[in-house]
Structure formats: structure tokens, C-alpha cells
């Protein structure tokens, strides 16, 4: 893979490496202007801690890249400028799944290929843990992250999959406490 790539007028280095620990805070503020773009900005409750909490400790609960920038001639210091985090899961169908939870690039580093590469890292980690489908929701709205994954050969499970057929529900936590104390 390529570290180094053309963005605008000026040469824009970048390297796609996991996240460490100390990433939580930058991964934090993606997190939230993600949501903002797709107009959830209020519901974000994650904090720095524990970010750090669930994806660093004994039990990885999530595992993420992140792009960040290289050192120039004009500037030592870097910046992380997108992420994609990622989980696994299991469907009894198929076997193994690798579920794409956030993808994110902030707007003035888009269109430099750093989205392309991002997606190229999990979808590698996908085919070496032997996945069987790499998976993920986009927004109905979000017609250009669509067009982006239909490019890189997506296929909209939705309709391919007849998946219109079914809701997704959720217990919240008062409703699984109240659920797991049942009868008790
Ligand atoms: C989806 C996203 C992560 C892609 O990141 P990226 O770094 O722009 O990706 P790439 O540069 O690899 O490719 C983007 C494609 O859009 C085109 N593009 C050009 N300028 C662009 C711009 N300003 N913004 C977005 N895409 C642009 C690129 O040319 C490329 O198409 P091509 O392969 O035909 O050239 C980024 O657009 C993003 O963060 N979007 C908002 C958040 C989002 O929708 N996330 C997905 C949620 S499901």
C-alpha cells in the first residue's frame, strides 16, 4: 500500500495504522462530527474513557484504524484525519462477520483516497480472520458514502437481501435490567 499520496495543490502523506489508547480523544471528536453529518449529533454519549475502556482493555470491544497525517517540510506535527472502526460478529447462516460500526474522513481531507484505504484495511482484516461478509448501515439520505461503497463492490443487502421485512428493536438498559431481574 501506498503511505503517500497527492491531495490539492500540496503533497498530503498519510498512513493508515491501528488505533492506540492515546487516539481516544481524536477518535472521540470523529465520532461526533460523524454523527453530526448524519444529523445525531445529541445522541452521542461515548466518552475519551471509555473508548479506552472498551476497545484497550482485556476484552477489545471494538478495534479501529485510523489515517493519519505525516510530517512535511512545512510542518513535524501530524493529525489523525479520519477512522473506521470496526467489530465482529456472527451470523448462524454464514459463519464469521466483520460489522463496520464508523467511517468517517473530515471534509477537507476527503477525495485523497484516504476513505479507499481506510475501507481496503478492513476489508483485508476481513479476509485474514476468514470472515464470510464485511457489513455495515449507511443513511438512506447518504447518497454519496452509498455511490462510495457500491464503487468499491457493496451490494445493498436491503434489497438484494429482502431485508425491508424486518425492524430492528433493541432492549435499553432499563428494559434488560428489568428483563434480567425478572421473576427475582
Ligand atoms: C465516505 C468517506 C469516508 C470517504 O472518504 P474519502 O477519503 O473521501 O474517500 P476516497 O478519497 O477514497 O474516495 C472518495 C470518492 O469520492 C470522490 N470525492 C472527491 N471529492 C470528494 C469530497 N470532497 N468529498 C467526498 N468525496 C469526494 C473521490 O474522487 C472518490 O471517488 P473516485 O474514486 O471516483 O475518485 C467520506 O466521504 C466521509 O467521511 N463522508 C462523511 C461520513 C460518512 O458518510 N461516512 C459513512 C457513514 S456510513
Known amino acids: 500500500m501506498s503511505d503517500t499520496l497527492q491531495n490539492g495543490p500540496g503533497p498530503l502523506g498519510f498512513v493508515i495504522r491501528r488505533a492506540r489508547?492515546?487516539?481516544?480523544?481524536?477518535?472521540?471528536?470523529?465520532?461526533?462530527?460523524?454523527?453530526?453529518?448524519?444529523?445525531?449529533?445529541?445522541?452521542?454519549a461515548i466518552t475519551?474513557?471509555?473508548?479506552?475502556?472498551?476497545?484497550?482493555?482485556?476484552?477489545?470491544?471494538?478495534?479501529?484504524?485510523v489515517a493519519e497525517t505525516t510530517p512535511d517540510s512545512t510542518s513535524e506535527s501530524t493529525q489523525i484525519v479520519g477512522y473506521a472502526m470496526y467489530f465482529f460478529m456472527y451470523c448462524t447462516f454464514m459463519g464469521r462477520v466483520i460489522f463496520l460500526e464508523d467511517f468517517y474522513v473530515y471534509p477537507q481531507f476527503r477525495g485523497s483516497g484516504i476513505g479507499t484505504e481506510l475501507m481496503k484495511k478492513?476489508?483485508?482484516?476481513?479476509?485474514e480472520t476468514k470472515c464470510t461478509k464485511c457489513e455495515f448501515i449507511v443513511h438512506d439520505e447518504n447518497s454519496s458514502a452509498r455511490r462510495f461503497y457500491?464503487?468499491?463492490?457493496?451490494v445493498n443487502s436491503t434489497v438484494e437481501g429482502d431485508w425491508r421485512r424486518f425492524f430492528w428493536y433493541k432492549f435499553d438498559v432499563p428494559s434488560m435490567e428489568q428483563l434480567a431481574n425478572k421473576g427475582s
Request: aromatic share 8%; hydrophobic share 35%.
Open 150 to 154: 457500491e464503487k468499491l463492490g457493496a
Open 21 to 44: 489508547p492515546e487516539d481516544c480523544g481524536d477518535i472521540v471528536r470523529m465520532i461526533k462530527e460523524l454523527a453530526k453529518h448524519d444529523g445525531l449529533g445529541h445522541k452521542v
Open 122 to 127: 478492513v476489508a483485508q482484516v476481513g479476509v
Open 48 to 65: 475519551e474513557e471509555k473508548l479506552r475502556e472498551d476497545g484497550f482493555g482485556e476484552i477489545p470491544y471494538f478495534h479501529c484504524f
